[in-house]
Nanobody, 123 residues
Framework: QVQLVESGGGSVQAGGSLRLSCAASGFTHNDRCMAWFRQAPGKEREAVARIYVFSGRTGYADSVGGRFTLSQDYAKNTVFLQMNSLKPEDTAMYYC????????????????WGQGTQVTVSS
């Protein structure tokens, strides 16, 4: 059974940094994508960043490119989202998600989700 456990959320002032972690268990192969999504109150869930585990190739939403960096500890099945230069508009619940095969930005393609971790950025 696949499990995703997020950690690292919190409250920071604008310009600050946070690092989110997502530990995955239950996968039997590395042909999979790990991604971060976020959802602010009253808004749809949106893709933030993704990494194809086998190759380490990453992708980012335009709104976070240059500020967020996604990396992985391959041996520990953990991905990290380093968030720098945070803005109030980054405030949201952040979710880790996983799917087999190539990455996608459509939430419907992700079968496995973590419980979410709150990120709050004050101005």
């Amino acid at each position: 059974q696949v499990q995703l456990v997020e950690s690292g959320g919190g409250s920071v002032q604008a310009g600050g940094s946070l690092r989110l972690s997502c530990a995955a268990s239950g996968f039997t192969h590395n042909d999979r994508c790990m991604a971060w999504f976020r959802q602010a109150p009253g808004k749809e869930r949106e893709a933030v960043a993704r990494i194809y585990v086998f190759s380490g190739r990453t992708g980012y939403a335009d709104s976070v490119g240059g500020r967020f960096t996604l990396s992985q500890d391959y041996a520990k099945n953990t991905v990290f989202l380093q968030m720098n230069s945070l803005k109030p508009e980054d405030t949201a619940m952040y979710y880790c998600a996983a799917k087999s095969g190539a990455c996608a930005q459509d939430t419907a393609q992700y079968r496995n989700w973590g419980q979410g971790t709150q990120v709050t950025v004050s101005s």
